[in-house]
Nanobody, 125 residues
Framework: QVQLVESGGGLVQAGDSLRLSCAAS????????MGWFRQAPGKEREFVAA????????TYANSVKGRFTISRDNAKNTVYLQMDSLKSEDTAVYYC??????????????????WGQGTQVTVSS
């Protein structure tokens, strides 16, 4: 079993930056793909970014490409999401997730097995 805890969310202004962290415990996740999803009020959960077990390969949603960067530190069992040039439409609860079966190109939430509780990101315009 894997437990995931996100942190780093908050209230910022448009154009600001935030760095989210997701710490895993219970077992090592260094062999698995990790990803970030988000869910805005009244909307379905959507894919944001994913990273291969090595950290070498990444995938991004078109809406965040060029502004967000996913990275991981396997020694710390942690994945990060650096969010720059934030926009009001980035406002959502952000969730990290682990996929034991998918690849770094997995954008469908059903491919992810473990989920954190989420951290709120609010961007004011």
């Amino acid at each position: 079993q894997v437990q995931l805890v996100e942190s780093g969310g908050g209230l910022v202004q448009a154009g600001d930056s935030l760095r989210l962290s997701c710490a895993a415990s219970g077992r090592t996740v260094s062999n698995y793909v990790m990803g970030w999803f988000r869910q805005a009020p009244g909307k379905e959960r959507e894919f944001v970014a994913a990273i291969s077990w090595s950290g070498r390969y990444t995938t991004y949603a078109n809406s965040v490409k060029g502004r967000f960067t996913i990275s991981r530190d396997n020694a710390k069992n942690t994945v990060y999401l650096q969010m720059d040039s934030l926009k009001s439409e980035d406002t959502a609860v952000y969730y990290c997730a682990v996929s034991t079966r998918g690849s770094y190109t997995s954008t469908d939430a059903v491919r992810y097995d473990y989920w954190g509780q989420g951290t709120q990101v609010t961007v004011s315009s």
